[in-house]
């Protein structure tokens, strides 16, 4: 279940507790995203849900995660990214995360503090050999936890969101950057537009369906 509706479920619980003897108690994006994400069925629970404030968050891209350099179609591994220069990719994972969710802070304004805490568990993006071909998929997984920003008390639990994104390939690929369309680019405006949907859509974020590579994907 998303954050909101989790939110929505503790909301309506604690009305119809309060049904006994007593009584019962944005700014809009600018980011163009990749694959929108159809709009939430409206509901009774929707009204139900507050309006999540965003003020702070915790990135952590585990070092167990496992890193790939190796220049296959398809190289096992829990990390692979290209979109910068050869250097310690955990560290470029987390601040592409740190940076979407700087972006996503103003869009998410409403009446509730909260902190997010995010565990990447994957972030299999593509190998040149892959991106100059067939294209493929950025396959990004994590862990988001919303907590009390002054107490540090879990406020949602723990909910693993999948995020992919279409790797363009071949003269895509290349016109796209000759574009200033990074790889780089389009993930970190896509992840602040998955957090933007997570914390404010009833059924939070919901993965596209990218076809047999994303299925491939998930075979570990």
């Known amino acids: 279940m998303s954050i909101l509706r ?20 944005s700014r809009n994006s600018q980011i163009a995203p990749e694959n929108m994400n159809a709009a939430p069925a409206e509901g ?6 507050p309006s999540l404030k965003l003020v702070g968050y915790d990135v952590s891209v585990p070092r167990s995660l496992r890193v790939s350099e190796a220049n296959r179609y398809y190289p096992g591994s829990d990390i692979v990214w290209r979109g910068d220069p050869l250097g310690d990719r955990h560290a470029q994972v ?14 998410l304004d409403g009446d509730t503090p909260v ?65 200033g369309i ?18 404010t859509a009833p059924e939070g974020y919901r993965n596209a369906n990218l076809g047999w590579v994303q299925v491939l994907n998930n075979i570990k």
Request: net charge positive; with cysteine; aromatic share 6%.
């Open 94 to 107: 987390a601040a592409m995360f740190e940076t979407a969710l700087d972006r996503a802070e103003p869009l």
């Open 182 to 199: 990074t790889q780089k680019y389009r993930v970190t405006n896509h992840l602040t537009r998955v957090f933007q949907v997570e914390m």
């Open 115 to 179: 902190r997010a805490r995010i565990v990447v568990k994957r972030f299999h993006s593509v190998t040149e050999k892959t991106r100059y071909t067939i294209g493929g998929v950025h396959n990004i997984i994590f862990d988001l936890t919303i907590i009390d920003p002054a107490t540090g008390a879990i406020l949602v639990p723990t909910r693993e969101v999948r995020a992919d994104l279409e790797a363009f390939g071949g003269a895509r690929a290349i016109n796209a950057e000759h574009n």
């Open 44 to 49: 009774s629970i929707k009204a139900a849900i």
């Open 6 to 25: 989790t939110f929505g479920g503790l909301s309506l619980a604690l009305a119809l507790t309060a049904c006994g003897p007593g009584d019962m108690a």
